[in-house]
């Protein structure tokens, strides 16, 4: 069994940043997980992707809304993913979700919710002046 928890939203003024966390645990967790992602869900709406890393080999993937403003990146060794976000703006706000999956047979599938199959609780994030 994998665990996430996330850390490190909040509310922020728009062109702020924040970094959030996404520790994770679980005996099998390196040899097991080969991708983890960001999705983010605001009231009323679908679950997004927004990020994800290629757990060993590092690729990167971005949803088109958020390219250029943020950066997913992993601690290999703290098993912790992170979403460095900048430049955020009002359509930011969402409840972020850390995830992890283990069957990514293509780039693709890294941006498609129903390949994580491991879930943190969520971390608010609110942008607003």
């Known amino acids: 069994q994998v665990q996430l928890v996330e850390s490190g939203g909040g509310l922020v003024q728009p062109g702020e940043s924040l970094r959030l966390s996404c520790a994770a645990s679980?005996?099998?967790?390196?040899?097991?997980?080969?991708?983890m992602g960001w999705f983010r869900q605001a009231p009323g709406k679908e679950r997004d992707f927004v990020a994800a890393?290629?757990?060993?080999?590092?690729?990167?993937y971005y949803a088109d809304s958020v390219k250029g403003r943020f950066t997913i990146s992993r601690d290999y060794a703290k098993n912790t993913v992170y979403l460095q976000m900048n430049n955020l703006k009002p359509e930011d706000t969402a409840v972020y979700y850390c995830?992890?999956?283990?069957?990514?047979?293509?780039?693709?599938?890294?941006?498609?919710?129903?390949?994580?199959?491991?879930w943190g609780q969520g971390t608010q994030v609110i942008v607003s002046s």
């Open positions: 995830s992890g999956g283990t069957q990514f047979w293509r780039s693709s599938d890294y941006l498609a919710r129903e390949k994580y199959d491991f």
């Open positions: 679980g005996r099998t967790f390196s040899s097991y997980v080969n991708g």
């Open positions: 890393v290629r757990w060993r080999g590092g690729d990167t």
